[in-house]
């Protein structure tokens, strides 16, 4: 049996006492909510907190997505604690934000989605195949230096690490221009997705230690529409290895604003602002999508650190950005 | 570490346990409980051999910590004949929607859960709700045709397999 090390759990009720038992903690602390990260990579001592802080049991981190203003802005506002079921399952979300709704309903599998909670999939461990493996397949290779080991088995060469970022929803959130509210030691601060994820295998979470996620903003943008393509191997279970996700802002059928992010091609998930520029002030012609697949296409580099082959990968990012650009063409005629 | 006093509701029944303060439901159902109908596969999540439902809904077993679902109504595979077998069991059983079985209590209990929300799923409803399970036997047709079967005969439909589900084409 992969049995869970022994540790310390603990359920606070309150973000504040959640933040004080974690700044409390001596050795090593770690924050859970739905556990479909945490407790695989526990099991497989990839990470061996001694303290295990469960956020289950806050309640305003489970507030149901709705519509708010704030700032005379209008956003749809998620608890973080929100299983991916009902992100993905909820007619807010699916009529104002159809492109988190779908990357949400990608995610793993329904049992998986039914625990697995928004925050936690933003919060996602990055991934490799020289991490995700048991310890004693890790000890045979002497470890990587995400864990136990030195050297990074991707890139030996190296001095960092380049686990990928696996999260379909972080792109989507990028690209929507989301915002996520933290609760730390020095009270809330709001930091917009893209300034969320860190380019490193390692520290990919730009975010104090104790920091919780608490509430995903998502602005609603009139004339705007968004997607998100995914691929991996099966139609279930997989994290993607190649994540696609488009916002676009429409002004008389003219590409006002756009935002193109990559997926599980870097440590962090890759804005493509060429890409986007080649369609902005365009009426999303072939040309220009064509000329968007391919600015996309030269900054997509993914590492062989995942399932499908490295150039495929990057092939394919031209595909699914083509593919991307064409629905929402589609969907403005 | 010390050991842990809890209380689990499963199948119906308030049931008190010693358990290792970092288990497993699934280890508490299957070593504390002997309930062992609930199987462990990959216990990384990665297979849905170890599903249950929690208040309803299926849920892996091995990812969720025993201590953590108390207060709630767990539902194993033992809970679902009554004595006599639930519909799916026994449609199972007729088209041979099991071969080695050790999938079969997650997928019984996810389609199980599937029939509570939707009495008359579609195909595609049924692929969707299974697609957390894997089979590594008789691949997924068998198990569709058994849960439509089931679906069927729950909304009183005088339902029997066909010809070609239990002989093959002709």
Redesign the interface.
């Known amino acids: 049996m992969l049995r869970l090390p022994e540790f310390e759990f603990l359920e606070p009720s309150s973000l504040e006492e959640a933040v004080k038992m974690h700044e409390s903690a001596t050795e090593e602390v770690a924050y859970v909510a739905g556990g479909t990260d945490l407790f695989p990579n526990m099991k497989r001592r990839h990470q061996e907190p001694q303290t295990v802080i469960s956020l289950g049991a806050i309640e305003e981190l489970s507030t149901a997505p709705e519509e708010v203003e704030i700032d005379r802005r209008r956003f749809v506002t998620i608890g973080a604690n929100v299983s991916l079921t009902d992100v993905s399952g909820n007619q807010l979300v699916q009529t104002l934000c159809p492109a988190l709704a779908k990357a949400a309903e990608s995610v793993s599998t329904p049992a998986l989605k039914n625990m697995g909670t928004i925050g936690g999939n933003l919060c996602l461990d990055t991934r490799c195949n020289y991490y995700n493996q048991s310890f004693e397949w890790r000890r045979s290779i002497d470890f990587c230096m995400k864990k136990d080991g030195d050297i990074c088995w991707v890139a030996p060469n190296s001095p960092r690490c380049w686990a990928v970022n696996s999260s379909d929803t972080a792109p989507v959130m990028i690209a929507l221009g989301a915002d996520f509210v933290l609760m730390g030691r020095g009270g809330e601060q709001i930091v917009p997705a893209a300034e969320f994820y860190n380019d490193d295998g390692i520290a990919y979470l730009n975010k104090g230690p104790s920091d919780i996620l608490t509430q995903i903003r998502v602005p609603i943008t009139p004339g705007s529409g968004a997607t998100y393509l995914k691929l991996r191997r099966r139609g279930s279970f997989d994290f993607p290895v190649l994540g696609v996700a488009v916002w676009i802002r429409w002004n008389n059928k003219i590409v006002d604003d756009a935002r193109i992010v990559l997926g599980a091609v870097a440590s962090y998930p890759r804005i493509i602002p060429e890409a986007a520029t080649a369609i902005i002030g365009t009426d999303l012609d072939d040309d220009s999508i064509e000329a968007a697949a391919a600015a996309a296409f030269r900054p997509s580099k993914p590492m062989d650190n995942t399932d499908l082959g490295l150039a495929w990968r990057k092939q394919m990012t031209k595909v699914y950005v083509r593919r991307a650009l064409h629905e929402l063409r589609a969907q403005t005629d | 570490?010390a050991k842990l006093r809890v209380t689990l509701r499963v199948n119906g029944e308030e049931r008190e346990a010693l358990i290792?303060?970092?288990?497993?439901l699934l280890?508490v159902l299957r070593e504390d409980l002997e309930l062992t109908g609930t199987k462990?596969g990959c216990?990384?999540?990665?297979c849905?051999a170890c599903?249950v439902l929690i208040d309803g809904?299926?849920?892996?077993s091995c990812?969720?910590?025993g201590?953590?679902c108390q207060e709630k109504d767990i539902r194993t595979v033992e809970g679902m004949a009554d004595p006599e077998p639930h519909a799916l069991q026994t449609a199972f059983a007729e088209l041979g929607a099991a071969q080695c079985g050790y999938c079969t209590p997650g997928f019984l209990l996810?389609a199980e859960a599937l029939l509570e929300e939707k009495s008359e799923p579609t195909r595609d409803d049924i692929k969707?709700?299974l697609?957390?399970?894997l089979c590594r036997c008789t691949g997924y047709i068998k198990i569709y045709e058994a849960v439509e079967l089931a679906a069927a005969r729950m909304r009183g439909e005088n339902a029997q397999p066909t010809q070609e589900a239990i002989y093959g084409q002709q």
Do not use: F, K
């Open positions: 570490m290792e303060p970092q288990a497993t280890e462990h216990e990384l999540g990665e849905g599903t809904t299926p849920v892996i990812l969720a910590l201590r953590a996810t969707d709700a697609a957390g399970n």
